[in-house]
T-cell receptor, first 113, second 115 residues
């Protein structure tokens, strides 16, 4: 029973364009969401997060949007760069309890030069 | 500040053997987590230490897995005896105790192959 779903296994975009990575969750108790980026043979690296009290959080080229009613979040990367090519994991957790992260399967993003 | 380190980076063992994985968290991080990713699937939670205490071990697959964190510093994860389905990448993560964000810092992982 997967509580965090990343239904598209891969995405390919042109350099300079926008990349939109989607994530859905089923557990309404989740109140903190994170995106991690992973290169081959490395561990996941934290990218950006959002609390359920917000609907948007920006950090440079990365913006995460949260739609609580739809249980959906998305990561926007603008403009996309070849170095952004990696696997992106969406994760969800509960705040205040230092709790575990529940991950999706990941999306492989390829940015074409 | 040094990141999370894991040893070994790779381990290839035969079914029935024992393997011990080690994780050194970031200094000062009381939270330590173990996760596992089986080929092509999601990263799954195994267990969570707060200092030396097991806070949540709901993700441990069975009693062939034993995790320890003596003294609240580094942690070990022992698999005994190993089975074929134990193959995967084992990640360790750490974080500070927090009432707000839950950003966890991951190590590079140990790739375990059971033949």
């Amino acid at each position: 029973d997967q509580q965090v779903k990343q239904n598209s296994p891969s995405l390919s975009v042109q350099e300079g364009r926008i990349s939109i990575l989607n994530c859905d969750y089923t557990n309404s108790m989740f109140d903190y969401f994170l995106w991690y980026k992973k290169y081959p043979a490395e561990g996941p690296t934290f990218l950006i997060s959002i609390s359920s009290i917000k609907d948007k959080n920006e950090d440079g080229r990365f913006t995460v949007f949260l739609n609580k009613s739809a249980k959906h979040l998305s990561l926007h990367i603008v403009p996309s760069q070849p170095g952004d090519s990696a696997v992106y994991f969406c994760a969800a957790s509960y705040t205040g309890a230092n709790s575990k992260l529940t991950f999706g399967k990941g999306i492989t993003l390829s940015v074409r030069p | 500040e040094a990141g999370v380190t894991q040893f070994p980076s790779h381990s290839v063992i035969e079914k029935g053997q024992t393997v011990t994985l080690r994780c050194d968290p970031i200094s000062g991080h009381d939270n330590l987590y173990w996760y596992r990713r089986v080929m092509g699937k999601e990263i799954k939670f195994l267990l969570h230490f707060v200092k030396e205490s097991k806070q949540d071990e709901s993700g441990m697959p069975n009693n062939r897995f034993l995790a320890e964190r003596t003294g609240g510093t580094y942690s070990t994860l022992k698999v005994q005896p190993a089975e074929l389905e134990d193959s995967g990448v084992y990640f360790c993560a750490s974080s500070r105790l927090s009432q707000g964000d839950n950003e966890q810092f991951f190590g590079p992982g140990t790739r375990l192959t059971v033949l």
